[in-house]
């Protein structure tokens, strides 16, 4: 079996766990509980003919942008930047991240999650930003850790991109 580990990168508060959480054991809580250092989870998937170990590891929100413990990422096969819709500060952290995440592991595949899409009507990050990221080649999935909305899809789009499958 094959194993691949992906880092979860974002602020406080975006969903990181929540999103995890969701993915591995089709659960939501809605009480919030930070993250300290890191928290690692598995899930197998399948892709095409070949299982595939997930280590997902959460890493701890970072308060500004420019924060990464590289001794984390390092060894990242891939990683899911996480953004919340109702706060734009959020997706300049996740954009700033990526860069940082890029100079440590380099050009690994990542995407960039919009979390909280059950509050669509309370987003602040607009479709303008969105579009503009998308042109820059990132690949943008709108998730709710709260309904299940994208995660699914999340995961697995990444688990076939670090596998070299086109998606």
Not at 1 to 11: D, N, S
Not at 89 to 99: M, N, P
Request: charged content about 25%; glycine content about 10%; proline content about 1%.
């Amino acid at each position: 079996m094959i194993q691949k580990k992906i880092c979860m990168l974002g602020t406080f508060s975006v969903g990181k766990t929540s999103l995890v959480r969701r993915f591995v054991e089709s659960v939501y809580f809605d009480k919030y509980h930070t993250t300290m250092g890191v928290k690692v989870d598995k899930k197998v998937v399948q892709v095409g003919d070949q299982e595939v170990a997930l280590m997902l590891w959460d890493i701890e929100g970072t308060e500004h942008g420019f924060e990464l413990r590289q001794s984390y990422v390092r060894g990242a096969a891939g990683y899911l930047l996480v953004a919340d819709g109702t706060r734009p500060d959020t997706l300049e952290k996740a954009i700033s991240l990526q860069a940082r995440a890029e100079a440590t592991v380099g050009k690994v595949p990542f995407l960039l999650l919009i979390n909280k899409s059950d509050l669509v009507e309370s987003w602040l990050v607009g479709g303008i930003q969105i579009t503009e990221l998308e042109d820059r080649g990132w690949m943008v999935i709108l998730t709710s850790a709260k309904t299940g909305e994208g995660v699914e899809d999340a995961f697995q789009t990444l688990a076939k991109k670090m596998m070299g499958e086109t998606v």
